[in-house]
């Protein structure tokens, strides 16, 4: 799948009206008195001119009609539309985009769903995207609520949290079969996989049996062997039906297995979340590494309470040396949770005595290795997100670790050192880059754009440039370099051979000749003679202030001359008509 646009306004070829704005003034008023003058001239004048405003115009409907084009079903397919069915179409966001490429793409992939005529949930659709973040937080709420139901609640959870268990298998289920209407997006697809038996083979193959253990019905099952429990009098059937929900909430413990869709779900969040998305990105990678060790010390307190229940409280377990048998449930969820970070974190407050049996013992012991395992995951997480942050200030120390050793090697002295460092920081900040790696990574519009922003306004000020036309000056742009010069730096010697001339972005420097002093600071230039003819320079020049300037060499202007000889040949008489006119 191709993933560039077609140029706007069906051109092929050529400039794009946009990117001359300050031509559209001139154009406008050539046709204006062109069509004063009479048709051909009009014509003459469209045509020398380059752009008229009718041009100009009917090329803006195009670009408008092209746009609208473009967006397609993906803009204009909405429920009034197309009906529910707009809700399972890919929406145009800056992750569709990423992952097709253009617009465009993103319209093929919605007529493609559209086409099909199946009922298939899109990866980047808005249903999905809504339905994520319900099972995300559906899934939450069951690992936290169903460990404190078996632990704490002693079978009287009451009618709200039975409703919502049963809430929660429907929905568990519900979702093993919309999973196999569910779209794929792999790594190695430029598009999602939406046929359904190719769907139904890979959900098969992966997360099918973890997910129908996960939706086992035990809600179901607890709620109608509580109503028979209630509704019975006799007392043996009773003390039966009281061992079958005992069992029966121990195999709910089978339901933590939604685990596995929370930590599914986060990989599908993370997998959409692309380079430009880097601190959504960030936080659910954090979000999730805390969610998954709240939880850890949430199931580890639950079972330090629940497992001398299930042997009816020994006289020497914990919970009657501490006296909680009619406490609170949130007094004996504080105590569990807080004799397991004990014993997690391996600090002997809290859980002082000895196991007093083997089901202790092992009980601490799976505290400590559980404990051990959370803390190795959360320093290498934490290690991790530290490396892979601000990697341009982690490359500049090394950078500069590596240029302290060079310079003690070499024994130059203190002053020069400082000299050095000051320079490295004034010329990248703090921060290591390639200017060049950045500038060849980008398009020529880009760039061009880029350039236009920081160095445009500089040219325009000197008088040789300021009549020329926009190709020419874009031309020059690219052959600009940054430069960085310090406090004290002689940028160019008086009676000394040059042949470049610098352009002051920020700072200030002091010309200085055999009759007069002169002051430039930004926007300033200097040195225009030895970029033209190679001569020597009439002024010493020293820079009073950290300065950021931009220098053009006589040959990078030669290069861009020599698609302009109209220009050359003006540049070569001003050289001649203004040799003695005192330039630097």
Not at 258 to 271: D, G, I, Q
Not at 321 to 331: D, G, I, W
Not at 465 to 474: A, G, L, S, V, Y
């Amino acid at each position: 799948m191709s993933k560039n646009l077609p140029p706007e306004g069906g051109e092929v070829s050529g400039p794009s009206p946009d990117r001359l704005p300050s031509r559209l003034p001139v154009c406008t008023q050539q046709a204006a008195a062109a069509a004063a003058a009479g048709a051909a001239a009009a014509a003459g004048a469209a045509a020398e001119g380059g752009w008229t405003a009718r041009s100009a115009d009917r090329r803006g409907e195009d670009r408008i009609r092209v746009m609208e084009k473009l967006k397609g079903p993906a803009a204009r397919c909405t429920t009034a539309t197309c009906g529910w069915r707009a809700l399972l179409l890919p929406q145009l966001n800056r992750q569709s985009l990423y992952v097709y490429g253009s617009e465009m793409a993103v319209e093929q992939e919605c007529r493609r769903q559209l086409q099909s005529r199946v009922f298939v949930i899109h990866p980047f659709s808005l249903m999905r995207s809504y339905y994520i973040m319900c099972m995300m937080a559906i899934t939450f709420l069951n690992l936290i609520g169903i460990p404190m139901e078996i632990a704490f609640l002693d079978g009287n959870s009451g009618l709200a949290w039975e409703g919502f268990n049963v809430f929660s298998d429907t929905l568990f289920l519900i979702d093993v079969a919309l999973n196999f209407r569910m779209g794929i997006i792999t790594e190695d697809s430029e598009e999602a996989i939406l046929d359904l038996k190719r769907i139904r083979v890979s959900y098969l193959r992966t997360w099918f049996i973890p997910d129908v253990i996960a939706a086992f019905p035990i809600g179901y099952i607890l709620l109608f062997a509580d109503l028979h429990y209630h509704n019975d009098d006799n007392p043996s059937k009773t003390n039966k039906m009281m061992r079958i929900l005992m069992f029966v909430r121990i195999l709910s413990l089978i339901r933590l297995a939604r685990v596995s869709r929370l930590v599914r779900f986060f990989n599908e969040v993370e997998k959409v979340s692309n380079a430009n998305l880097e601190v959504v990105r960030l936080f659910f990678r954090i979000l999730s590494l805390f969610m998954m060790i709240f939880l850890l010390c949430h199931w580890n307190g639950c079972i330090q309470y629940f497992v001398p229940m299930l042997e009816e409280f020994p006289t020497d377990c914990w919970v009657r040396k501490e006296n909680l048998m009619n406490a609170t449930v949130s007094v004996k969820y504080s105590w569990g949770v807080f004799r397991a970070l004990s014993q997690m974190i391996a600090l002997s407050y809290g859980s002082m005595d000895a196991p007093t049996n083997y089901v202790e013992m092992w009980i601490v012991m799976v505290s400590m290795v559980s404990g051990c395992l959370m803390y190795t995951v959360l320093v290498a997480n934490a290690t991790t997100m530290i490396a892979n942050t601000d990697p341009a200030a982690k490359e500049y120390k090394s950078k500069m670790s590596r240029l302290e050793h060079y310079m003690t090697f070499m024994k130059l002295p203190p002053e020069l050192q400082l000299r050095i460092t000051n320079y490295y920081q004034a010329r990248y900040g703090g921060k290591w880059f390639q200017e060049k790696d950045v500038m060849d990574t980008v398009s020529s519009a880009l760039k061009e754009q880029i350039l236009m922003v920081m160095c445009s306004r500089l040219l325009r000020k000197v008088p040789m440039f300021q009549t020329r036309e926009e190709n020419f000056i874009n031309a020059v742009l690219f052959k600009l370099e940054y430069e960085v010069f310090l406090e004290g730096d002689a940028i160019v010697r008086q009676n000394v051979p040059g042949d470049r001339m610098f352009f002051i972005d920020h700072g200030q420097v002091l010309m200085e000749t055999d009759s007069y002093d002169r002051e430039l600071c930004d926007g300033d230039f200097f040195g225009e003679t030895c970029v033209l003819t190679k001569g020597k320079h009439l002024a010493t020049v020293k820079a009073l202030t950290d300065c950021q300037c931009f220098s053009l060499s006589w040959n990078d202007l030669q290069e861009a001359l020599e698609g302009f000889p109209d220009v050359k040949k003006d540049l070569e008489k001003m050289v001649e008509l203004d040799s003695d006119g005192g330039l630097v």
